[in-house]
């Protein structure tokens, strides 16, 4: 059995404060979401250690998928999934291809002054810059959204020809021995596994930081048909998301204890890695970008406002 997470003191009264009391009463209504151990898509897996769901009043029926980008995102557009955090990549395609999915708030954000993803090759590898890329295959988690889309534009930045390499998509857990068994040139590597392998790699290069000092990496969407069915149910959802962003940037040290935990890697290890801030707000700036690389390199067929990818009654800027 999996150990329960107590929140004490402060953070306790904060984290009951902040879910509505009717919430807490009503019966609970089902969720099916998504979960993931990839700390920029971490929100989803604390609400459901703190049981923030269920104090919001939600019956989480969570699922582990590997990753956050297109496995979640395809989750929730079949129906298997209500809600899951993906990747801003993955929502901008399905929306630019008329996919019924909607943003519905923040999740992992990205800053350049504490990168938590990296392009990475092994530490004794002939590859030293962009230009040696040239020709390779380079290891994405998911193909065709923010990271191919990042490390194309770091690539044409820094002197090398993005296509004239091959990209292929591999779990973040297995990204250290794909480069070793020489499958891949470089790889696109994410907390906590950066810290893992941190003595085995040579970091190349910060792909997000040719976007933009800061990016969300992450966000929560709904299928489209449940949250117009469901308002109750995505209400009291957009509590718990509130909720756990609050408790979780002001508690990291729980936090990197729940990671630890389902991810395996040593707590010593998660207590000294990078940590990725969860956003508190819905910001078009941070989201524009990546939508706007995406178009660039051709993965959907034209650029488009950021506040599309939210409900009708969420397109302005504000808290979520």
């Known amino acids: 059995m999996k150990r329960r997470h107590v929140i004490t003191g402060a953070a306790a009264a904060l984290a009951v404060r902040a879910l509505p009391a009717a919430a807490?009463?009503?019966?609970?209504?089902?969720?099916?979401?998504?979960?993931?151990?990839?700390?920029?898509?971490?929100?989803?897996?604390?609400?459901?250690?703190?049981?923030?769901?269920?104090?919001?009043?939600?019956?989480?029926?969570?699922?582990?998928?590997?990753?956050?980008?297109?496995?979640?995102?395809?989750?929730?557009?079949?129906?298997?999934?209500?809600?899951?955090?993906?990747?801003?990549?993955?929502?901008?395609?399905?929306?630019?291809?008329?996919?019924?999915?909607?943003?519905?708030?923040p999740c992992g954000l990205y800053s350049s002054s504490s990168p938590t993803t990296v392009l990475a090759t092994l530490k004794d590898s002939p590859i030293r810059n962009a230009r040696d890329l040239d020709g390779k295959t380079v290891g994405v988690t998911s193909l065709r959204d923010l990271q191919q889309a990042s490390v194309m534009k770091w690539l044409d930045a820094n002197g090398a020809h993005a296509r004239n390499v091959t990209f292929v998509e591999i779990t973040t857990p297995q990204m250290l021995v794909a480069m070793s068994a020489n499958r891949i040139a470089a790889g696109v590597v994410v907390e906590p596994s950066l810290t893992a392998v941190k003595n085995d790699i040579r970091v190349l290069g910060l792909p997000y930081d040719s976007i933009a000092p800061s990016l969300l990496i992450s966000g929560w969407i709904v299928n489209r048909a449940w949250y117009d069915a469901n308002p109750d149910a995505a209400g009291r959802l957009l509590s718990v998301i509130r909720t756990t962003a609050q408790w979780a940037n002001n508690n990291q040290a729980a936090t990197g204890t729940i990671l630890a935990e389902h991810t395996k890697i040593a707590p010593e290890l998660v207590s000294t890695m990078r940590r990725v801030t969860y956003g508190e707000t819905r910001s078009f700036t941070v989201i524009q970008p990546v939508i706007d690389v995406m178009a660039t390199y051709g993965f959907i067929p034209r650029s488009f406002r950021a506040a599309e990818l939210f409900p009708p009654n969420m397109r302005r800027e504000g808290r979520i």
């Open 24 to 105: 807490q009463t009503r019966a609970l209504l089902p969720l099916k979401v998504g979960v993931s151990s990839i700390e920029s898509y971490g929100e989803a897996l604390y609400a459901q250690a703190q049981d923030f769901f269920r104090a919001g009043g939600l019956d989480a029926q969570p699922v582990t998928l590997p990753g956050g980008g297109a496995p979640m995102t395809l989750a929730v557009i079949s129906g298997s999934l209500d809600t899951a955090i993906a990747n801003i990549g993955s929502i901008a395609s399905a929306h630019a291809h008329g996919v019924d999915v909607y943003l519905v708030a």
